[in-house]
């Protein structure tokens, strides 16, 4: 008889592992070796594309801003170069918020761009 080494402790990380791959297709969710290789591809891509999250966010902020400046005649790069000059410290987030919800605030931030 072979002697038993690891039992349970080896049971409840090879469970947490089937856990974590639950619902990924074929080989991947049901065999040992491809679910281990897949988790630790998906924990990279995942961390990866948190980061990215960050990045393609600031990009909608942007593109938001620029089409709301647009929509009132002044470019994006001026309108954030007159809020600089004003000292008006608003994050992108922010301005791209008063754009959607409150044109009438964004139209006074233009303004102030467009002064200073």
């Known amino acids: 008889m072979p002697r038993a080494r690891f039992g349970v402790a080896r049971l409840r990380k090879r469970n ?18 491809t679910a281990k290789e897949a988790r630790t591809r998906a924990e990279a891509y995942a961390t990866r594309h948190r ?8 990009r909608l902020w942007i593109v938001r801003i620029n089409a709301a400046c647009r929509a009132r005649g002044m470019r994006y790069s001026e309108f ?3 809020l600089k000059r004003a000292e ?5 987030k922010v301005l ?4 959607v919800r ?10 102030t761009a467009r002064s200073a």
């Open 16 to 33: 947490k592992l089937f856990r974590r791959v639950k619902g990924f297709r074929g080989g991947r969710g049901k065999l040992l070796r």
């Open 51 to 58: 980061r990215k999250k960050k990045g393609d966010w600031r």
């Open 80 to 82: 954030i170069h007159g």
């Open 88 to 92: 008006v410290d608003l994050n992108r």
């Open 96 to 99: 791209a918020d008063l754009a």
């Open 102 to 111: 409150d044109p009438e605030v964004f139209d006074g931030l233009v303004e």
